[in-house]
């Protein structure tokens, strides 16, 4: 297998994977689903990251982006490439129902996260499904 | 024969669970054909008009087969999708380590699939020929070339290392040897290579940097 990204999880000031906790939570269907759309993406150059299995946001939000799935119900893991050229940082999980995500605020979680990342490489780890 | 260690601890672990096994591989099942089916018609540079149009439906439909939430494609669709790129397709039950195995490279590279008629279609047949004659005869030790069982012809020493199937060689070495010196190259093979690109169908990979993947 050829990866060509390398996947990293947030991690909380405390040191504790917070994408590993939503993940954890979720059913064996979902954990299955992201842990297949992870083995697809690692192996596909950038342009390949598109929809319908990725989408980049827009606005404030267009540096995340969002790996998505169906099991029963839309689901989205936000994350943003970085921090390092190679990276991509898996920051939080939602499902998704027309516009609204559950949890709510799960888009500006993101981006707190994304930024807390940027300013402290450390504040993520390589994660494995 | 499978190598236990290829496969993350985690995920041998979770497969050990029923309903995450069944999901794994209904996900993987769901995913590869969607996946695929894009690496196909981008393969042979279709818009996804015109693979709806070779298909005789509507293009929602294709649209429909290259997402992987779908899946609720049959094996008729599939033998129709397979018959529209000129390819087989293999349905069969296996065990879980050859299930495995097999999606350990779901790479774009890994899911391209040559027509028949570049893989036992007779003009293919016959590149292959030339194309192993002109390796072995014209271009070793120029670009310490490999044919890997008689399909793919690779040239190292070249920048970026090019793969191509036989079909494309013949186009390729051209351009080597247009670049390259001919010393070495005798007229015959250097009269066979023109009149090869006569059915030389281009139909190569480019090569990136791997930088170009992360761009």
New interface residues.
Partial sequence: ??A??TIRCYLSPNGRDMFDDWHGRQ???V???V???L??LV??????WRR??FDLLSGKMREIGEV????DKQYRILGF?GPT??DFTLLAGASKKGNNYDPRNALETALDRMNQVKADGRRSRVC?? | MFAIS?I????LE?LQ?K??RH??L???VR?GIA?QIRALRDQRKWKQGKFAEMLGKPQSVACRL????YGKVTIQTLLEVANVFDVALEVRFVRYSTFISN??????VSMRVPEFNDDLGLAAQQNKKIANRLTLAALEPTAASAIQDAETVSIVDWPGRLDFNAVSATSHLQDLLALKDYTGVSAAIQTELLNSCVIADYAGVTA?PA?????
Avoid: N
């Fill in positions: 297998m050829l060509l990204w059913s064996d269907e954990q299955a689903a842990a297949v759309a083995e697809y192996q596909r150059p950038r342009k390949e319908p299995a998505r799935f169906k099991v490439f050229r190679s494995d499904f | 290829s993350g601890k985690k995920l979770k669970r309903p995450y999901a794994y209904a996900e993987h995913r996946y290259e997402d992987p939430d999606t350990r490279d779901v790479s774009v990136a930088e170009a993947y992360h761009a």
